[in-house]
């Protein structure tokens, strides 16, 4: 090496240097032209090696491009590491471009359903009282729909409560009242007529209805069953109160009509003031002022009987609440259909 170790020699080596730079394509070729040239037997080291042999006249000037050299090697490459680093930054930067004047995708945070809010509020009032809440099957047999609740075939009742019939005999039902047949059967059956039974249940109900404004052929409703000695229509009044009073505050005020139903007696359908209208009358409340906001009674005898418990000594309430008429009541919704109409508009308004 020494040989050739002359200022010619250095320019040379410099132009070769210059050239593999230039070849190089990416941050790889960067690091092995470095290993080359600039590791602890790589040229450069190799070259200072060399200057002890170089005659003590030329050492200055050698040394001097020996010295060029490197500094030229360091900056060079330094140079190409950089301009590599940028041109990966900005192709990362070209690749996660975010622009943020597009408008959102995004579809927006969930809310409830307005009947399942008035459902959960109802089952949280209902908390200290100890109900148990039980499931019934929509699709219902005739029996625990009609029959056991002292509605026999050719029953006018039934044109009240006509619904849809299955080729298999089954009806959908028209009331939670078939979980509460299916309750006292099962009591009676399989937990010797333990007392007292109080069960909550809440579901889907059909009806072959015109829809109008305060109809709709399925809509919901909260039945409650309490069966136990010495309750009576004051139990069944106090309860229903509490809950509407609870539900809209204490100045919304309940009134009991008489009504009729088969399986009550006496049967009792309980109306609210109606928030729509202010009681002034509107289509949501018939044009009444008050709204009734389900039907309920003390248990019908022969419904006691029919599961067998004695009507003499055991006496019981219960009661559906139509939580989808409760919900627009709640939610200021003229019309019933808006409950189940999934508009976005009503849906957002709830928490
Ligand atoms: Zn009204």
């Not at 050239?19 to 602890?40: G, H, N, P, T």
């Not at 009792?268 to 949501?284: E, H, M, V, Y």
């Amino acid at each position: 090496m020494s040989s050739d170790l002359s200022a010619a020699n250095i320019q040379a080596l410099t132009e070769r240097f210059e050239q593999q730079l230039k070849m190089a394509q990416q941050q790889q070729d960067v690091e092995l032209i470095k290993r080359d040239w600039l590791s602890k037997d790589g040229i450069v080291k190799e070259l200072f090696k060399g200057l002890r042999e170089v005659p003590a006249e030329d050492k200055p000037s050698v040394a001097a491009a020996l010295n060029d050299l490197k500094q030229r090697v360091e900056s060079g490459l330094e140079a190409k590491e950089a301009s590599f680093k940028q041109s990966a930054l900005r192709k990362q930067l070209e690749e996660e471009y975010l622009d943020l004047s597009l408008p959102e995708s995004t579809p927006g945070l969930g809310s409830i359903h307005p009947v399942t809010y008035v459902e959960e509020r109802i089952t949280e009032i209902l908390r200290p009282f100890g109900f148990q809440s039980v499931h019934g099957p929509e699709l219902e047999e005739e029996y625990y729909c009609f029959d056991s609740l002292n509605i026999p075939k050719y029953h006018p009742a039934r044109d009240m409560q006509d619904t849809f019939y299955a080729e298999t005999g089954h009806v959908l039902r028209t009331h939670t009242t078939s979980v509460q047949a299916r309750m006292l059967q099962a009591r009676s059956l399989f937990e010797g007529k333990k007392l007292p039974l109080k069960i909550a249940s809440f579901g889907k109900t059909y009806r072959n209805e015109t829809e109008d404004a305060s109809h709709q052929a399925m809509f919901h409703q909260y039945e409650l069953v309490w069966v136990e000695e010495g309750l009576t229509v004051a139990n069944l009044m106090g309860l229903i109160t509490h809950i509407i009073k609870e539900l809209y505050g204490k100045r919304r005020k309940v009134q009991f009509v008489p009504k009729f139903y088969p399986y009550t007696e006496p049967s009792l359908g309980p109306k609210i003031d109606c928030t729509i209208c202010r009681s002034a009358g509107c289509p949501s409340c018939g044009g009444a002022g008050w709204v009734t906001v389900g039907g309920s009674g003390m248990i019908h005898r022969n419904v006691l009987k029919e599961f067998g418990f004695d009507p003499d000594t055991v006496s019981g309430f219960a009661f559906g609440l139509g939580t989808s008429r409760l919900a627009s009541q709640m939610f200021n919704m003229p019309h019933l259909r808006a409950v189940y109409e999934n508009d976005l508009r009503v849906l957002k308004e709830i928490v």
